[in-house]
């Protein structure tokens, strides 16, 4: 391990990765209330409008891998401020798009700063401090990073229904700025050795998550193209395929699969994807059927968020304590089915459903979420070794961000599949919103027996049992 130009300042390095997190969760949430403002200036239905949120989802995902690999050889501090500079640069370019085609063009270009933005500083934080303080360190860099969820839902529905949704991207432009500052007076340039660069293997990999996302924009949008669905999955497949007979022959191949023989890794991995497939549609669909079916204003939708967030922050001190009592194995299998009950319960929303059922639910909601994705990434981080953090914790954030959009066209897929029926049985919008949600929550449920798995004493190191 090389640190080069070591600063005074690597007590604060927490709060870069703070900083990267809140940028990224403040786009993602301030978006989410304006898309039907965005859809209206752009003549757009609503409904079609979860491609700006996959097209950036997915190109997080394809340019991860490339974070470890650039990071290890140019420097943690110097790929970190050229990450924030081409993500403030894509929100720019968003501000100015004038339809779908250049906004999510933009949104790519956004995504790529992003892809190395938040897996470079969680990487430093990784160099920077032994596994006994990864709980308290994780669960503390999160807690600003989760005020861009208390901020963003208000705030993208105020300035849609009151000033522009262009003023939803150019906000990113301040804090971009102090973002590059604070990383090039605080974070060390962190190095490690690396290979030659796997072009051939990020090449197969990346074009089999193009075509099985491709398959499910497809199919959520309600093409009935079953032919070119399935020939994109099977095209998917044999990527993988090749990919993996490539990974079997090369040395240093881009995504070393041999990670996943790291039993709690491997845990942590797949619970976080199976589990973010039924959550990670929720914030996507809530909005848009408070808008849509209910005729709520994006200002109103948003606010009806705020108590999600902010409870989100307010359980985050105690997290480490009541992970150290029960235990990483009870706490996520039985967190996960809370989760699942909860998501059931939205189901029962109506337009007239009183204030405090909203917000007793949202603040549900967030507690248990807040406890789940801290207590999923820490565990899947609990045993590399200084060698495997680099690509562990690109492999947990390709998951992520795979999660993130798999779950969002999950979620699109199955409130168009209920919407075409209830088309048919003369139903209404608010119904097959209604049936999306009993659905995810039936998916949540299950994904529950994945941790199962673990082991009553895993993560002791980290709880400090």
Partial sequence: MI???STAYERYLPLVTAVAMFMQSLDGTILNTSLPSIAADMSYSPLEMQSVIVSYTLTLALFIPLSGWLSDKFGTRKMFMFAVFLFTLGSLFCALSVDLLTLNLSRILQAIGASMMVPIARLAILY????SELLKIMNYITIPGLLGLVVGPSLGGFLSDNISWHWIFLVNLP????GIILAYKIMPNYKNTVGKFDFLGLLYFSLALVFITLAMEISSVGINHYTLILGLVFLAGLLFTLYYRHFKRTAKPIIDLNLFKIRTLRIGLIGSLITRFGISGLPFLLPLMMQVGFDFSASKSGMMLLPSALTTIAVKPWIPKLVKKFGYRTILMSNTLFLAVIIFVFSFMEKDTPLMYYILLMIA???FTSIQMTSMNTISLS???????SGGNSLLTIMQQLSVSFGISIAALILAFYKDQMDFYHGDLV???HYTLITLAVLTALSSLTFTKLKRNDGEKLSGK
């Fill in 3 to 5: 640190k080069e130009n």
């Fill in 128 to 131: 920077q401090y032994p596994r």
């Fill in 175 to 178: 804090v971009g700025i102090i």
């Fill in 365 to 367: 909601y967030g507690a």
């Fill in 383 to 389: 045993d590399l070794n200084d060698d495997q953090a």
């Fill in 431 to 433: 119904t097959a919103f």
